[in-house]
C-alpha cells in the first residue's frame, strides 16, 4: 500500500527532470528531427558549438543574421488573435506564433498562440464569422473575460504578400526586435569522445548521451572543467575519455526563434559537413521559454523551481544524430 508524501516533506524532494534521448541519421526519409522542432513552438535561446572551427562559413553567418524579426505588443486583446481580419491575414498565409510577455505561468494568466492547434481551433472551417462557435468565442474574449496582455510575436510565411504585423497592430504600440547574437571562441577546450552509434557510450572508447548533455551545460554556463583541488566552485571535471580542441567555435542567438527558422540553421549545420572537417562531431542547443504555457506540441508546461523545456542536437560528421529533449518536475514526457 503506497502512503501519501506530506506537504512539508515534499518541499525537500529532489525535484525530478526528463531526459529523452534518441538517434537517427538527418538524410533518413523516416528521420523525425524536423517534426521535433516544429513541435517545440517557443524557444528563447538557440546555440551552436563547433570544434576545431575559428571562423564560421560564410552561408552559416548569413543563416544567423536571417533569424528574423519578432515584435513586442503591448496591451494587445486577446480577442484580436481571433478576430477574421487577423485568422486570414496571418493564420491562414503562413505560421503565427503569440505568447504573453513577462507573464508568469504558476502566477499569472497567460495566452499562446499556435501556427496550427490550440484550444480554440482557428483553422477549423466552423470557426467563421457568422458561425455561433466565433461569436461566442468573442463574446468570451470581449465581455465576459476581456483579457489584456503585453505579447511577443513572429510570423513566418512563405512569400505570400498581404499585411504585416507592423502594419496591422500599427494602432497598437508595437517595437519590432532582433535577436541577439553573441560568439566567442573556446581555446583549448576538452571535449568528450564519442561515438554516434554508442548512446551509452563505450568504457574507455567513448561517452554517453547523458555525459555531454552534462559537459554541454558546464560549456554554456563557463564553469571549469579542471577539477582543482582549490576550486570551492566546481568540481566538475569533462567525462573519460576527451580529447583537447585548439579552438571551439559558439553561437548563441536570444529573442523569440521560431520553429522554421531553427530548421533553416539545422540544415546548413549538416551542410557544414559537406566538406572535409577535422570536428567529428557539433551541437545545436535550444531553450524553451521557462513560462511558456507548454513544451511540445500541446503538452502542458509547469514553471515549478526552473520551468525546464530544451532540447540538443548532436549532429555527427556521417550526419547521424542524436535528440536529446529535456523537461522539469511538472511536464510529461517529451514526444
Known sequence: MSMPVPPLRRLHQVPRHLLV????????????HAAHVRDHAYSCRVSFLIPECGILPEVLKSTIADVG?????????????????FIDAFVKKGSCYALT????????NTAALLPNVITIDLTDSGFHPDSKKHKRVLWALKEKKPLKFDFLLAWYNTGAEGSTLMSYFSKNQIKALKPKITISTLRDLQCP???SNELHGKPEESCSTEELFEWLGAVWNQVSLDNKSSSFLSTYCCPQPNTVVEKAFLCTITGFIIPEKIIQLLEQLCCYFGEPKLAYWLTLTVHGFADSPVSWRESEHGFHKGGENLYNFVIFRNLDYWLQMAVGTNDDCPP
Open 21 to 32: 534521448c534518441e538517434k537517427g541519421h538527418l538524410r533518413h526519409p523516416r528521420s523525425r
Open 69 to 85: 524579426e519578432y515584435y513586442l505588443v503591448r496591451n494587445l486583446s486577446v480577442h484580436e488573435l481571433v478576430a477574421h481580419e
Open 101 to 108: 510577455y513577462n507573464t508568469k505561468i504558476d502566477q499569472d
Open 193 to 195: 569522445v564519442l561515438q
